[in-house]
T-cell receptor, first 112, second 114 residues
Framework: DAGVIQSPRHEVTEMGQEVTLRCKPISGHDYLFWYRQTMMRGLELLIY????????DSGMPEDRFSAKMPNASFSTLKIQPSEPRDSAVYFC??????????FGPGTRLLVL | GQQLNQSPQSMFIQEGEDVSMNCTSSSIFNTWLWYKQDPGEGPVLLIA?????ELTSNGRLTAQFGITRKDSFLNISASIPSDVGIYFCAGRYLTQGGSEKLVFGKGTKLTVNP
């Protein structure tokens, strides 16, 4: 079975540009999570969805960040405009009910 | 918010040695989880603990859910080179808003010298 798929794996962009990260959860999973990992703050939950509906977005840092889940097999995390402090690894994870969260390989974002 | 204190931050050991790491918090969690992250990959679940006092093994790994529900430890016996990576503890809790969330420790970076 395919795991969580994220794209792109690496993204380098300039400050002010829009960045879109994509995630395909494991088929049949009804929860989807977006995390951000930095050296300073570790792994932080940004937002999570249940059955495509955002449940808790209290971890989203500011209005520049937005996430959508238009259907059960696709989610996006968008940063507009991007800033150098957004540089991090962004992980998507999915789970069935409240079971084990399976993480994708991450998107390494560098904002210059 | 909830915070986990994970220690040590890093460990350098010889192959064959046992390893111990732990997480503590001032908050109570209803589930403790231990993950391992290899370079360039996402975290992978190693062990999940659901009850205070629970002791669970997965091969050479053993983890315990502290009786106070505020701490957990992970032991690795007879380390091998492929144990290299970053180990994270995570605690699951219920927010005031009723949603369940995971909070992660900062990780323990393990280096195993052959």
């Amino acid at each position: 079975d395919a795991g969580v798929i994220q794209s792109p794996r690496h993204e380098v962009t300039e400050m002010g540009q829009e960045v879109t990260l994509r995630c395909k959860p494991i088929s049949g999973h009804d929860y989807l999570f977006w995390y951000r990992q930095t050296m300073m703050r570790g792994l932080e939950l940004l937002i999570y969805f249940n059955n495509n509906v955002p449940i808790d977005d209290s971890g989203m840092p500011e209005d520049r960040f937005s996430a959508k889940m238009p259907n059960a097999s696709f989610s996006t995390l968008k940063i507009q405009p991007s800033e150098p402090r957004d540089s991090a690894v962004y992980f998507c994870a999915s789970s069935r009910a409240r079971g084990t969260q399976y993480f994708g390989p991450g998107t390494r974002l560098l904002v210059l | 918010g909830q915070q986990l204190n994970q220690s040590p931050q890093s460990m350098f050991i010889q192959e064959g040695e046992d390893v111990s790491m732990n997480c503590t918090s001032s908050s109570i969690f209803n589930t403790w989880l231990w993950y391992k992250q290899d370079p360039g990959e996402g975290p992978v679940l190693l062990i999940a603990l659901y009850k205070a006092g629970e002791l669970t093994s997965n091969g050479r790994l053993t983890a315990q859910f502290g009786i106070t529900r505020k701490d957990s430890f992970l032991n690795i016996s007879a380390s091998i080179p492929s144990d290299v990576g970053i180990y994270f503890c995570a605690g699951r809790y219920l927010t005031q808003g009723g949603s369940e969330k995971l909070v992660f420790g900062k990780g323990t970076k393990l280096t195993v010298n052959p």
